[in-house]
């Protein structure tokens, strides 16, 4: 099968950071395949731009794409968000975690405030949107939670503790779900890319990398989408992407 011919069937899917570079370009991928979309992220106006362009361009007749703001260092903020996901829709089928903060600083220069936020956004968030929408997959019988980790999830960095720290816990917490999950057909796939180049990408720039040689955020989202499909007894337990160029 290529990745042309795959739907989704109606599945409700739900992104996080989708106004970010690969939270769009999965926004977008999803939107073509016959899926219903809830979009979270920080800034209204980029939100309904975006739903804007997948109503336009992308979505099939019938599909919602439903926009929520929602601040992931705000526990009520999340715990609303929830509520008005199930208000909308009976049940997330695909849970795409992609919202995500990389601070770059010395451990000398970070604060317990700026620790609490990193690991606000890039874990514990997951971990409660994971908790309350696995049930209704468990349920069903089918599910995909996507955890987007990064290629730090492997490796340290200097002037990366918090973010590597935050994302080496996300690939703990997804390999352990991945087999609590799997004989319920529950799929859990931690996608581990290096560099994007997004917004985010610039930042790490600053620490020496060249911007040039950073993978498309398309190409990685086509990759999930693709990824995220088998439904035999194939699986992808956990993805590691990275660039031909790396200095």
Known sequence: MTLQ???????NVLITGATGGLGRALAIEYAKRDCNLF??????????????????????????VIIEICDFTSKSDIFKMIEVVKERYKQIDILVNCAGVFPIKSLSETDIEEYQRCIDINLTAPFVLIKEFSKEMIENKWGRIINIASSSAYAGGANTSVYCTSKHALLGLSRSLYKEFKQHNV??????????????????????????????????AQ?????????????SEE?????????
């Open 39 to 64: 979009l979270t992220g920080r800034n209204i106006k980029k939100l309904l731009s975006l739903r804007k362009e997948l109503v336009q361009q992308y979505v099939r007749p019938n599909a919602q």
């Open 5 to 11: 011919n795959i739907t989704f069937e109606s599945k």
């Open 239 to 247: 993805v590691r992407l990275n660039r031909v160029h790396v200095q």
């Open 187 to 220: 799929r859990v796939i931690c996608v581990s890319p290096g560099s994007i180049k997004t917004d985010m990408g610039k930042d790490v720039e600053k620490l020496g990398q060249d911007f040039n040689t950073f993978m498309e955020p398309d190409e990685i």
């Open 223 to 235: 990759y999930i989408v693709y990824n995220s499909h088998f439904d035999g007894n194939l699986i």
